[in-house]
């Protein structure tokens, strides 16, 4: 697959529940987290191109204002994960609200695997841009 993405991916140490809006079925739990999308992991896959309204559980604590967000999204791309029940979802973000803005920003500061240590090897996408 084609990189397109404007932002950096941003992998987060913890999992959030991510849940259909409209019937509240779990779709998955939030892997990666940027201001233009986000990737789920799931147990079904999703057709690319469908958009649906999630919702993001936040992690209970006082830094967040509200206790989850709401998103129209579309599916723009869908991989089996390296475990083969799961799939990995890319969804973008169609409608981000200027007050949530801040509180992704904020579970990216808080929440992100940092590897800028030496102890962690090269992501993908750093062994990628080497190539």
């Known amino acids: ?8 991916r941003k ?7 991510v849940y259909n809006q409209n019937d509240g079925q779990l779709l998955g739990y939030l892997c990666d987290l940027t201001l233009s999308g986000l990737m789920v992991i799931s147990k079904e896959s999703k057709q690319i191109g469908t958009e649906r ?12 204002p509200k206790k989850s967000l709401v998103f129209k999204t579309r599916v723009i791309w869908c991989q089996p994960d390296v475990d083969p029940r799961l799939h ?4 973008q973000l169609l409608n981000l609200a200027p007050e949530d ?5 904020q579970m990216i500061e808080t929440y ?4 800028d240590q030496d102890a962690y090897p090269p992501s993908i996408d750093e062994l990628n841009k080497k190539t």
């Open 53 to 64: 309204e999630i919702r993001i559980d936040l992690p209970e604590t006082p830094v967040f």
């Open 11 to 17: 992998y987060l140490m913890a999992y959030s529940s």
């Open 101 to 105: 803005k801040p509180i992704i920003e």
């Open 112 to 115: 992100e695997f940092r590897r």
């Open 1 to 8: 697959m084609d990189e397109r993405r404007k932002l950096p």
């Open 88 to 91: 990995n979802i890319g969804f």
